[in-house]
Each structure stands twice: as structure tokens, then as C-alpha cells.
């Protein structure tokens, strides 16, 4: 007699990488290329949704490479394979040194799969754990490998994973003029989708080189909703260390396009910021060398600032913290060249420099984010 499952185990988030059942037989027989880093795995013994609990993982090369599926390369995104990489820092290809199979970075010149890259390969998998914001590159990777996928009529495979920011949607909307890697489409800062569904929009809307289309096929999440609290189990990035950082990651990340340091450097990032021109003397912080930065901004320099570890978790973009160190800042410049790219408009800036409050400025995005929310709701996978 087969027992019926309990109520809990019905409610356990299961990954699209964890639903074999699904995609194993759309891989067999096929020459498969996996773009994949660190977050790539299959959990086991999971216990409850709520805190995504396991005993161990398999990372999903070893996991169908152990099925008998015949993988010839993988594709690393920024931070690379293992996940160890600087932002920004250039990842070399080379080999992985357990399966020894060929790894070709996707980051610096590289952003878009070769044909010859992908001579032979039947079918991509993608699966890559995503954090919800607008200029966290991973999005923009899976762009380039559906394009070039699309483009060489091979099919590409989501396995969707949840957003731990998915349950809001906000910020400025990116005008095309200031595309980068950081910002490829337009859509908010903060989206609300998971990648599989960011993926489906991507293709719905047209958005690939010349309007192409993917051949794409998404692995949906089990017993998951936008609503439902995610606690990442392995970190999607050198400096997104837990989930408050996570949580504060698209408010921080401004930070990035000022003289304001955002905590690399130290164990706290994106759960502080500083700098040596900040008229804030309550807490302080020296950035130092480490794996996630090997020269953060403002090096073996003291900087002032905030602690941001105990504050509520957000549900909205917080701009408080931007605009307080603007006006704190004591230094004759405050932001840089990438502060717009990583908005996607030049006017946030000109809002900060001209004293608009931040309930002025979220009243200027209104309009847009009423559209953006319209195209979104067409490629929804869950409540």
C-alpha cells in the first residue's frame, strides 16, 4: 500500500533541476551544453519549504552525467564555474577538475555562445539561480544564450528556480539608450519574475537580436508561488552572502555608480555602507582584501556609514539610504559613469542632485510600471 504524502512534504518548494521526471527524457540521446555555476545543484533530503533545509546537494553536471546523460561543455556566467570570481573580473576558460569537462566563460568579450562554441551541442540547459534585480547579470546571459541558440535553431531548457525577491516589483524602468550588461531590457530594477518566466518574456516579447525566437522550454517550480519566503541554500555570489543581503541587494547596488562603498571588502556586504567622505560617524568599517574583492573600493581606508542588518526585510526599493549619503557625502563627486547604467535612465541622478524626495521620485515611475506590469502578467508561471 502506497502511503499518502503528508501535508508538509506536499509543500516543499522542489527546484526544476530537482523535477527529473520532467526533463531527463527531453536530454537523452542528445549532446547537451549545461550554463551553470555554483547554484546549479539538486537538493536531497529536503525537510521543509520554509527554510529550504537539506542534508546534501548534487550539482546538476555530476547528478546527469551519473543518468547516463551525454553533456559536452559547460557555460559559466560571471563569477564562474564554482562561483568565485570577482564582479567584473574576467573568468578564463579551462576545464573542471572533477569531470574534466571543457568550461567556456560566458563573461568579458565572451557574453554570447560561438557557433563554434556550440558545434554539436543539441540542447542547453540553463540553470542558474537568479536574485530578482535588474543588473545582476545572470539574466543577461541567458539573453545571449537564447539568441544564440535561436539563431542556431538549438533548444534551450530553463530549469526554473525560485526569485527571492519576487514578491515585488519596483524601481525605475530601463530606457533603451543606457543598455548594458547590466540592464538589457526594459523592465524595473526590481521584476517580480523568476528567471523562467523572465526567460518566456524575453522570447515573447521579441527582445532577441533581429526578433528571433527560442526553441525554450521552462521546467517549472513545484509548490511555489511569488508569495512564498525563499532562503537561498547556497550563496548566488561571492557577495551575496545570506538572505539580508539579498533582500537589500536591489537597494544597495546603487551604491555601485557612487564613491559610497556597498561593504565588499568585508563579511557584511550588502548589509552596510560607507565611505571616508560620509558625515556618519555612528558605525565604521575598513574594507580589506578578500575572496568576493580582491580591491574593494576605498581599501584599508575607514569608512562611515550604516549597519543595515537588523532593519525589516523590504518589500519595496528603499532609496533613503542613497539619498542620505548623497547628502552626507563631503566629497566633490558623488556618482559615477555607472551609476546610469545601473539605474537605466540618467533622471534618478538629476532627482537626487535637484533634492526631489523619494516619494516624488517612486510618483515618476508610476506610469511605467503599470505598463511593465501588463507584459508581465502574460508570461506568469505562478500565483
Known amino acids: 500500500m502506497v502511503s499518502k504524502k503528508t501535508d508538509q512534504e506536499n509543500q516543499i518548494i522542489k527546484t526544476g533541476a530537482e523535477r527529473t521526471q520532467l526533463y531527463l527524457n527531453l536530454l537523452k540521446g542528445k549532446n547537451v551544453a549545461v550554463v551553470g555555476n555554483q547554484t546549479s545543484v539538486i537538493a536531497k533530503n529536503k525537510k521543509r519549504s520554509e527554510t529550504s533545509e537539506v542534508s546534501s546537494f548534487s550539482h546538476l553536471v555530476d547528478s546527469l552525467l551519473s543518468l547516463d546523460i551525454t553533456i559536452k561543455k559547460v557555460f559559466a556566467p560571471e563569477h564562474g564555474f564554482r562561483g568565485k570570481a570577482d564582479a567584473g573580473e574576467i573568468v578564463k576558460n579551462g576545464f573542471d577538475t572533477k569531470t574534466g569537462l571543457s568550461i567556456v566563460s560566458l563573461y568579458g568579450k565572451n557574453k554570447k555562445p560561438s557557433a563554434a562554441q556550440l558545434s554539436g551541442i543539441d540542447v542547453v540547459v540553463f540553470d542558474i539561480q537568479d536574485v530578482g534585480a535588474r543588473f545582476y547579470t545572470y539574466i543577461s546571459s541567458l539573453h545571449y544564450v537564447m539568441e544564440a541558440c535561436a539563431e542556431l535553431g538549438i533548444q534551450v531548457i530553463i530549469l526554473d528556480r525560485p526569485n527571492p525577491n519576487g514578491h515585488y516589483i519596483d524601481g525605475p524602468v530601463l530606457e533603451f539608450v543606457h543598455a548594458s550588461f547590466v540592464g538589457m531590457h526594459k523592465v524595473p530594477v526590481v521584476y517580480g519574475m523568476t528567471i523562467g518566466e523572465y526567460g518566456q518574456m524575453i522570447n515573447g516579447e521579441k527582445w532577441l537580436k533581429n526578433g528571433i525566437q527560442c526553441n525554450l522550454k521552462v521546467i517549472p517550480i513545484g509548490n511555489y508561488t511569488h508569495r512564498t519566503n525563499y532562503s537561498l541554500p547556497i550563496k548566488p ?137 501588463r507584459i508581465r502578467e502574460q508570461y506568469l508561471m505562478y500565483e
Open 237 to 373: 555570489s561571492p557577495n551575496l552572502p545570506n538572505d539580508k543581503s539579498i533582500n537589500l541587494y536591489p537597494s544597495l547596488c546603487f551604491f555601485e555608480g557612487t564613491n559610497v562603498s556597498a561593504g565588499r571588502g568585508t563579511d557584511k556586504q550588502f548589509q552596510i555602507y560607507g565611505s571616508p567622505f560620509l558625515d556618519l560617524r555612528g558605525f565604521s568599517y575598513t574594507p580589506q582584501s578578500n575572496e568576493g574583492a580582491k580591491y574593494p573600493k576605498h581599501q584599508n581606508k575607514i569608512c562611515f556609514g550604516e549597519d543595515l542588518r537588523t532593519v525589516k526585510n523590504k518589500s519595496q526599493l528603499d532609496l533613503s539610504y542613497l539619498i542620505k549619503a548623497y547628502k552626507q557625502n563631503t566629497d566633490k563627486k558623488f556618482f559615477n559613469d555607472f551609476f546610469t547604467k545601473l539605474a537605466g535612465t540618467k533622471k534618478l541622478q538629476q532627482q537626487i542632485e535637484q533634492g526631489m524626495s523619494e516619494k516624488g521620485i517612486r510618483k515618476t515611475w508610476e506610469r511605467d510600471l503599470i505598463t511593465f506590469k
